[in-house]
């Protein structure tokens, strides 16, 4: 890989390697800011993405908080609150890896807008069933699977296309910056949907029509982009053939095999907990609907402010450790999180749980986007996004333990799992870490 002088060095598996680089058609280039908070701002076609973002973002947070609501309204149990991410799970597991092909194959701005009109489709469903008294839980299901479908497309096309719009030099301000925007539409969407639960008869249905009007304003956004299309040299054989083509390229690089593999467990294991906020709102401190947004908010707040401080400074600092650190936070954040007897002690943990949550997801994609060719982005982003079809998956069996033994015991359990990768994560990255490459992030 080149550093930044032109020099060759290796990369951590020992081999030496190409740095990625951007397409011939690379969409927009941007004055190097590193030290600047908001340095990928200064790129036009990164401004559309990141604003067209925030309206696709506070919907699907504000129906997330919907839907949990709901669910729990229809079956009464935490088990219920995770068959719908079992649903989203399931559906995500199978279509994320071609969305990762998709995002490699064709113009992202096109896979972008697909999936967002999808995600339209998800929430009015679900909207329209409440205006008509006509919901089941099994439709509430099925726009989980609908929205995992969309995420499988948005997520890797949107990822790989930031690391085409920006400089390298500051890939990780813009991956920080991007992820700051959705968790503060984190604040903003639980929040309002929240209230409008609580203080109207028509409120469940109001946040999922007005979330599928929010996300079709992001759509027409997202037209405005450009088409961001692949080269055509860049595409090889069959879409089977290239996810085949992705495994095995992640396969023979030891660094990037750690990054997804503690990832994928991590994501799966630790990222449930916000699936449970409902029951800590209302089945451990009897708060409602209006101290599940606050929950909610917290945790996002949280993200943001740690967020400012790695946006800032994260190129400047090891990104393994920034990993390692960030990991090991989130898992004592889970364990604390558990431990707490009062609701604002919760809060303040969550405060603290989102911030690592998003320094741990922000800058291992980072790292993972400077350390790969630009030709394998959209499927190395897939497998990652992989963790969050686990995620829905182990959902299921962790709502069901959490009725059995309690979910504080629940929360302890899945930050002792956390802490536990992030051992093995040390222990492995030790035997290259004489060989690490040397990254201007940020």
């Known amino acids: 890989m080149d550093g930044e002088d032109g ?14 680089s951007p397409p011939a058609d690379h969409v927009a280039t941007a004055p190097v800011l590193a030290s600047s908070t908001f340095a990928a701002m200064a790129v036009p076609a990164y401004r559309k993405l990141w604003f067209s973002g925030l309206f696709v973002f506070m919907a699907v947070n504000a129906q997330a908080i919907a839907r949990g609501w709901l669910a729990r309204e229809l079956t009464g149990t935490n088990a219920g609150l995770g068959g719908v991410l079992l649903a ?85 301000n813009a991956i920080v910056l991007a992820q700051m925007g959705a968790e503060g539409m984190r604040v903003i969407g639980p929040t309002i949907a929240g209230i409008v639960i609580a203080a109207f008869t028509w409120g469940l249905e109001g946040v999922f029509i007005a979330s599928g009007a929010l996300c079709l304003f992001g759509t027409v956004l997202t037209v405005f982009l450009p088409p961001a299309p692949p080269h055509p ?152 996004m992989l963790g969050f079809s686990g995620f829905g998956i182990a959902a299921l069996p962790l709502g069901a333990l959490a009725d059995a033994i309690g979910l504080r015991t629940t929360f302890v359990i899945m930050g002792a799992v956390v802490l536990v990768v992030m051992v093995v994560f040390v222990l492995r990255r030790r035997r290259f870490s004489d060989r690490e490459v040397v990254l201007g992030l940020g």
């Open 233 to 384: 040299e860049r595409i090889h054989g069959s879409p089977w053939g290239e996810l085949a083509d992705g495994l095995r390229y992640v396969r023979r690089r030891p660094d990037l095999a750690l990054l997804v593999t503690s990832s994928l467990v991590i994501v799966m294991i630790g990222y449930p907990f916000m699936a449970f906020l409902p029951t800590v709102a209302d089945g451990i401190f009897d708060t409602g609907s209006t101290g599940y947004g606050v929950l909610s908010a917290a945790s996002a707040v949280g993200a943001i402010a740690f967020g400012l401080f790695a946006a800032r400074s994260g190129g400047r600092r090891d990104p393994w450790r920034f990993v390692t650190v960030a990991g090991i936070g989130f898992g004592v954040g889970l364990i604390t999180l558990g431990l707490m007897p009062l609701f604002w002690l919760a809060v303040v943990a969550l405060m603290f749980t989102g911030g690592m949550s998003l320094t741990y997801q922000t800058m291992t994609n980072s790292l993972l986007l400077n350390l790969s060719d630009f030709d394998y982005h959209g499927r190395i982003q897939s497998l990652v």
């Open 88 to 172: 989203f799970g399931i559906a995500m597991l199978i279509s994320t890896p071609f969305g990762g092909v998709a995002a490699d194959r064709l113009p992202k701005r096109t896979v972008l807008v697909v999936s967002q009109l999808l995600l339209v489709a998800s929430s009015m469903w679900i909207g329209v069933a409440l205006v008509l008294d006509v919901v089941e839980y099994w439709m509430l299901m099925g726009a989980s699977a609908l929205q995992a479908v969309a995420f499988a497309l948005f997520g890797p096309a949107r990822m790989s296309y930031t690391a085409e719009i920006v400089d390298g030099r500051i890939l990780s």
């Open 7 to 20: 020099i060759d060095v290796e990369d951590v598996s020992g081999d030496p390697v190409t740095s990625p």
